[in-house]
C-alpha cells in the first residue's frame, strides 16, 4: 500500500497541477491589479468631471460622453472579463483625452487651477500603475498559459479543467483613435 501511495505522490508532484494552480492564482491576482488601478482610474475621471464642470458648464456633451464611457469601464470590470475591460478602457481613455483637449483649449485658466493640476498628476500617475498592472498581468498569462499546453502538464490541465486566459489588450474599433472634432455648426 505504502508503495501505491509513493508513486502516486510522485505521479501526482511530476504532472504539474500545483504549479497550474499557482499560475492561474497569480494570472488572477495580476488581473485583480488592474481591476484596481481601472477603478482608481474611473474614480478619479469623476473627480476630475467635477472640477472642470465647475468651471465649464456648458460642456455637456464632452461630460456626457466621458461619464457614458467610465460607466462602461465600471461595467466591464465587474465582469472580470480581460478583452471586455481593455477595450472599455480605450474608450475612456479616448473620452478623457477629447475632454482634455477641449477643456483646456476653451479655459485656459483651468491650466493654473491647483485642484486640477492636481487630479491631472494622479490621472497620470494611474495610467502608468495600469500599463505596468497590464504588463504584469500578460506576462502571468503568458506563462500560465504556456505552462497548461506543456507535456505532461496539457494532460493534467485537460483532467482539472484547466483553460487559457485571455491577454489584456483592446480589440477591433477600440484600437481605433478617436476623431476630434471641435467646431461647433452655426459658428
Do not use: W
Amino acid at each position: 500500500m505504502s508503495a501505491i501511495a509513493l508513486v502516486a505522490t510522485v505521479m501526482l508532484a511530476g504532472c504539474g497541477y500545483n504549479t497550474i494552480q499557482r499560475y492561474d492564482e497569480q494570472a488572477a491576482q495580476a488581473q485583480h491589479d488592474i481591476e484596481v488601478q481601472l477603478q482608481r482610474r474611473s474614480d478619479l475621471i469623476g473627480n476630475l468631471v467635477n472640477t472642470v464642470k465647475g468651471q465649464a458648464n456648458q460642456e455637456l456633451a464632452v461630460f456626457t460622453d466621458v461619464a457614458r464611457a467610465r460607466a462602461g469601464l465600471d461595467s466591464a470590470i465587474q465582469t472580470h472579463d480581460a478583452e471586455k475591460m481593455a477595450n472599455a478602457n480605450v474608450a475612456l481613455s479616448a473620452q478623457v483625452a477629447i475632454l482634455n483637449r477641449s477643456v483646456t483649449e476653451a479655459y485656459p485658466q483651468l491650466k493654473s487651477d491647483q485642484a486640477f493640476l492636481r487630479l491631472q498628476d494622479e490621472l497620470s500617475g494611474t495610467e502608468n500603475r495600469i500599463a505596468v498592472a497590464r504588463s504584469d498581468y500578460n506576462g502571468a498569462v503568458e506563462q500560465y498559459n504556456a505552462y497548461i499546453r506543456q507535456f505532461p502538464q496539457v494532460l493534467t490541465a485537460k483532467v482539472v479543467g484547466a483553460k487559457s486566459r485571455t491577454y489584456f489588450t483592446a480589440t477591433g474599433a477600440a484600437q481605433e483613435a478617436p476623431k476630434v472634432e471641435f467646431s461647433k455648426p452655426g459658428t
